[in-house]
């Protein structure tokens, strides 16, 4: 009588407590997949144990599979560097944050990126890496016109015989 109550208020108890621990994983994994960041994270054998849509969605893009869960982050990008492998180890090993920018080449494809490579610490441990990526390729190339534009009105200038006057209207 008094112990099957608390039995069943227990089942009770831990149902609901399932149920909020599955909306609340449910809600993370919706903010984590409205980012427009590729986000992944590796353990300490930088085996990837979880990534947002926008990044499955650009390795699917790029021909590396959807299916990355599980997989050797090195296996399952084989064009990511020593260097690139270098910084997670220092992330693991000194819990400090690295940030980059890069270029990627995949067959004759240029990619640049901002890259924010931070831990996750259990007790005074790295556990996890998070890797942010942002393609900043678009940007890139503006900047890269905006240079080449700039560059080619200086020389124009400086080689005009006339006096030059530029008026805002």
């Not at 112990?3 to 108890?13: H, N, Q, S």
């Not at 621990?21 to 990837?48: G, P, W």
């Amino acid at each position: 009588p008094k112990e099957v109550l608390t039995a069943v208020e227990l089942a009770i108890y831990k149902n609901e407590i399932d149920k909020s621990l599955a909306q609340t994983e449910e809600e993370y994994r919706k903010t984590l997949d409205s980012l427009h960041d590729m986000v992944n994270v590796v353990d300490r054998d930088m085996n990837i144990v979880l990534v947002n849509h926008s990044f499955s969605e650009m390795a699917e893009k790029l021909g590396f599979g959807s299916s990355l869960v599980g997989q050797n982050l090195f296996d399952a990008f084989p064009f990511l560097t020593e260097e690139v492998k270098s910084e997670y180890l220092q992330i693991l090993e000194t819990g400090k944050d690295v940030k980059t920018e890069d270029t990627v080449s995949l067959d004759g494809r240029e990619f640049f990126t901002e890259t924010h490579k931070f831990p996750i610490m259990k007790g005074s441990e790295v556990s996890r890496v998070v890797t942010i990526v942002k393609d900043v390729t678009e940007r890139k190339k503006i900047e890269k016109q905006l240079v080449e534009s700039e560059e080619k009105f200086r020389l124009l200038y400086e080689r005009i015989p006339l006096p030059y006057q530029s008026l805002d209207i």
